[in-house]
């Protein structure tokens, strides 16, 4: 990078942090640490509920998924519009009206402590892993741009956002979230068009969809019902729906967001603002992918986008091999090129045999470059059987460093940073509320005072912190980063929404036997997780039905107790 695109990276931080702590005020009790005064509007709200979910990994690694695979990601978002309104309808008001700092508190008053206990339990695990990989995100951006291990950047980056956390709370969490959103989506604008702006001046934006289209690239809905497929309409509207309600109605991440709402209202505007821009948003962030995608038809791309790994191959014994590799992957790339350049000719002409054979043509050579690829990656795991073979989370960072103009590169860079520390901001807060209220403040040390519950809140946020950087220093082999953060959540998210479901609606059920449902489901649901029997979508319908169908049938196993 520049120096003009450090200053502008410099500037944006050092600006979030400093706005962040000032906004936030002094935190004089545990209820302004982490409800904020439960003071804020709903597109206050809205903002920091997006900003939450919208971490480095969607700015980072959704246009690398749209690059490798295509627009189908975006269906995983077809359930929350429909989670939304229920979330409305139903979580909003019954968590306003108890006043509960987390929304776990809730099921201790439906059902028993150790209920209360093993659902918070399984939020802790679940968002501290996750919260490691938005974390390790960033440190991504750092690392290739000073060409050093992601473990000094990790470290960096993670101290930066304990620091501001621990300083301001929530408030600070939400006060930064909301001009961060509104940088992100100028910056994210900007991309896009500078992308158009790169391409050959016969192509432009139409053919370049139409381009990406004939290459597989925008394949954004599949009616097709695949239990085994990970993305299409079903799973979307179906698995997506129940990891959605579980995520915004029984993660503190977000729950937390929309609890600082100054009344029902307000929060349920926000979460509809949510639902109703998350969408659009995702769409468009995956289009960029394949916007670059036809960029890369046009301009050569690496044949690794990791350059870390491809400097720690070129440094081996392996580097004359990986060399010829390139060679003969440049020779490819221009033959291809010849073929993109044949079938923009043929959409000009609307021939549909020459499209046609065009696109079978460069489909040929797509696969020929892709073949080279894959023997260029078995030269590096030869090198280091460690070696990360998912470069994914490197294609719009490469593109980025490489071709957008001083000044934009630093916001580009900047927007990827500022996403990470709002939703890893806001995991922190949640994580030390959880771990205080339905732990500490519970079970350790009832009855202390608001003071010592102040300090021990910000002992947590420091604690997880350094969690989520040690679980950051191992994502660099998780592979892509966006599928992985939400296979973590499908683990947990279905059996703490079962919980939830019952203690709303199935009044009759009582603590054991919905406590004993959730075990027997937790342990089901990692079985078929790890053993990979059904795409991971499906395992947050899955466990929150078995959790259900559980409880209800031993339930007559535990009959009321009666008073004498």
Known sequence: MSLTDWIVLGVTLLTIVIYGVWKSGANTNIDQFLMGNRSLRWYHVGLSVMATQ?????????????????????????????????????????????KVYTAYEFLENRFDLKTRALTSFLFLIQR?????????????????????????TTLFIGCLVIFYTVYGGTKAVSYTQLLQMSIIFLGMFFAGAMVVHLLPDNVGFVKAIKLGGKLGRMNVIDWKFDPSNRYNVWSGLIGGFFLQLSYFGTDQSQVGRYLTGSSVGQSRMGLIMNGLLKIPMQFLILLIGVLVFAFYQFNRPPMFFNQYEVKQVKASSYAGQYNKLEDQYTAVFAARKNKADALVRALDGNDKIQINQAQQDLKVADKQAADIRKEAIGIMKKNNAKANEDDTNYVFLNFVTHYLPRGLIGLLVAIIFLASMGSTASALNSLASTSVVDIYKRIINPGATDKNYLYASRLATIFWGLVCIGMALYASKVGNLL??????????????????????????????????????????????????????????????????VIAVGINPLFPEKRLN
Request: charged share 5%; with cysteine.
């Open 54 to 98: 919208a971490s480095a990994i969607t700015f980072l690694s959704a246009p690398g998924q749209a690059y490798s695979d295509g627009m189908r990601f975006v269906q995983f978002y077809l359930g929350l519009p429909l989670a939304m309104i229920v979330l409305c309808v139903t979580f909003v008001p019954i968590f306003h009206k108890l």
């Open 128 to 152: 501290g892993l996750s919260t490691g990989i938005t974390i390790y995100a960033p440190s991504i951006i750092l690392s290739t741009i000073l060409n050093i291990n992601t473990v000094y």
């Open 483 to 548: 599928e992985y953060v939400n296979q973590l959540g499908s683990y947990v998210y279905g059996t703490i929404l079962g919980v939830f479901v019952v203690a709303f609606y199935l009044k009759r059920i009582r603590g054991n036997a919905v406590f004993i449902a959730a075990v027997i489901t937790e342990l089901t649901i990692c079985l078929l997780g790890v053993f990979g029997l059904v795409a991971y979508l499906w395992l947050n319908a899955i466990g929150c039905i078995m959790v259900i």
